[in-house]
């Protein structure tokens, strides 16, 4: 049974850090394309960070330079550490992971596409204030 369980996140101030985690049970995190997704009221889910199974990764233009996709193989975990947080990073974010090795599978074009990843986790709630 495969299982993504998120935790870390929580209030902070603009300016602040966070660091998000997504535990992952029923398969190999290190075989698998691994991405962050968040939804904020009023407005589309949309692709912040994946780190694809050779550990290449890609983030939204509007957290780059401020957010780092990371895993730890062993610990079958995923992790986003988030710095310099902007109220508009405000959403719930979820952690997302895809297993198929389609052939036509692209991660550097398709990496933020929410509907080819298989799993999902149950979201973290993140609020940044002014």
């Known amino acids: 049974q495969v299982q993504l369980v998120e935790s870390g996140g929580g209030s902070v101030q603009a300016g602040g850090s966070l660091r998000l985690s997504c535990a992952v049970s029923?398969?190999?995190?290190?075989?698998?394309?691994m991405g962050w997704f968040r939804h904020a009221p009023g407005k589309e889910r949309e692709g912040v960070a994946a780190?694809?199974?050779?550990?290449?990764?890609n983030y939204a233009d509007s957290v780059k330079g401020r957010f780092t996709i990371s895993r730890d193989n062993a610990a079958s975990t995923l992790y986003l550490q988030m710095n310099s947080l902007k109220p508009e990073d405000t959403a719930t974010y979820y952690c997302?992971?895809?297993?198929?090795?389609?052939?036509?599978?692209?991660?550097?074009?398709?990496?933020?596409?929410?509907?080819?990843?298989?799993?999902w986790g149950q979201g973290a709630q993140v609020t940044v204030s002014s």
């Open positions: 780190i694809a199974s050779d550990g290449r990764t």
């Open positions: 997302a992971g895809r297993t198929r090795a389609s052939w036509w599978y692209d991660f550097g074009s398709r990496w933020s596409m929410a509907g080819d990843y298989e799993y």
């Open positions: 029923g398969y190999t995190v290190s075989r698998s394309w």
